[in-house]
């Protein structure tokens, strides 16, 4: 199975602050990785797919970026709606497998 | 626009299987693959499998001899079947259509409880 490690954890942010969020994968996934964005009792929805693609309808401000294993999405400026948990997941090969997730909240 | 949605009972007991069945509406189930995926309390998720738009199957390893994923094209529907159920199968389980760019639409997610 490909690992997908994921940090940091739990990450504290001011409005208006960059944000960063990382995943590294234990083997070469070309850009089959995705980010998701999920807050309470809502399902996930999908930011980020081919690693640096924005999905229809998501702000500008998120954006992915890749090199090699190495996998970000980042925040340009934090907003309070940004407030979530968000994971990555590759899809490269099965199982798919995930990151473990952030937890993103208001310093 | 594709819309998924879990139903299921919620309590299941210890060593019975579980039987979810994702509703798909917008989208017929016989293009691109519908999978299965689990989010533990904690956070961690896991990609049970998914069933492709011919009906051919993919499952995770960690799962192989307890799970079956079928379909009812006629309803639209696909379903899970997990058997002899541990508490560690306690989780919110989702369905989701898979398409080459990923898992872009899921299911609102059904919590499913183990406990006698």
């Known amino acids: 199975d490909i690992q997908v490690t994921q940090s940091p954890s739990s990450l504290l942010a001011s409005l208006g602050e960059r944000v960063t969020i990382t995943c590294q994968t234990s083997?070469?996934?070309?850009?089959?990785l995705n980010w998701y964005q999920q807050k309470p009792g809502q399902a996930p929805m999908l930011l980020i797919y081919y690693a640096t693609s924005l999905q229809t309808g998501m702000p500008s401000r998120f954006s992915g970026q890749y090199s090699g294993r190495s996998f970000t999405l980042t925040i340009t400026s934090l907003e309070p709606e940004d407030i979530a948990n968000y994971f990555c997941?590759?899809?490269?090969?099965?199982?798919?497998?995930f990151g473990a997730g952030t937890k993103l909240e208001l310093k | 626009e594709v819309q998924l949605q879990e139903s299921g009972p919620g309590l299941v007991k210890p060593s019975q299987s579980l039987s979810l069945t994702c509703s798909v509406t917008?989208?017929?189930?016989?293009?691109?693959?519908w999978g299965w995926i689990r989010k533990f309390p904690g956070n961690k998720m896991e990609w049970m499998g998914y069933?492709?738009?011919?009906?051919?199957?993919s499952y995770n390893p960690s799962l192989k001899s307890r799970i079956s994923i079928t379909r009812d094209t006629s309803k639209n529907q696909f379903f899970l079947q997990l058997n002899s159920v541990t508490t560690e199968d306690t989780a919110t389980y989702y369905c989701?259509?898979?398409?080459?760019?990923?898992?872009?639409?899921w299911g609102q997610g059904v919590m499913v409880t183990v406990s006698s």
């Open positions: 069933i492709s738009y011919s009906g051919s199957t």
């Open positions: 997941l590759q899809h490269y090969s099965a199982p798919h497998t």
């Open positions: 917008g989208y017929s189930i016989t293009s691109n693959y």
């Open positions: 083997q070469s996934i070309s850009n089959n």
């Open positions: 989701a259509r898979y398409r080459t760019s990923g898992y872009g639409a």
